[in-house]
């Protein structure tokens, strides 16, 4: 979408890039075979190609702009994963970190038009303490 041309125009990539790219992501559509039936084809209008080398690269690019929100140095990510890093002497300080995180991640995402998949959340906790292992905590 426009948003994200944008987002590579401001990082700074040349016109001619961004000029690819939009032609790379647009004008894609999709048919299912099943059983040696071809279903209709259907016109892709959002997201990038699954299995392009070049769709993770540039789904990065995009999503940039989240991992420099907040802390950027508790922020990081992988492909199409992000993941936050809370470290304190408390899990339910953690906890209450990693839920304001979210929560600005979610911010961010509504507002360019990108949506998570909480289904998808986890919340792992670490520590060297028996007491406080399981606070009641759940990422929203």
């Not at 099943?34 to 699954?50: A, F, H, K, V």
């Not at 929560?103 to 909480?118: H, R, S, V």
Request: proline residues 6%; contains cysteine.
């Amino acid at each position: 979408s426009e948003r994200e041309y944008q987002t590579l125009r401001e990082q700074g990539w040349p016109t001619n890039l961004v000029l690819w790219i939009a032609s790379f992501a647009t004008g894609r559509s999709v048919q299912i075979r099943l059983d040696g039936e071809t279903g209709p084809s259907i016109d892709i209008t959002c997201g990038l190609p699954q299995g392009s080398p070049v769709s993770g690269i540039l789904f990065m690019l995009y999503t940039s702009p989240l991992f420099r929100l907040g802390n950027p140095r508790n922020r990081f990510g992988y492909a199409d994963n992000a993941a936050n890093l809370a470290i304190s002497s408390s899990l339910a300080t953690n906890c209450q970190a990693l839920s304001n995180s979210l929560q600005e991640a979610l911010d961010w995402g509504a507002a360019e038009g990108i949506t998570f998949a909480p289904d998808k959340y986890e919340l792992l906790h670490f520590s060297q303490h028996t007491v406080d292992q399981d606070p009641t905590c759940t990422p929203s």
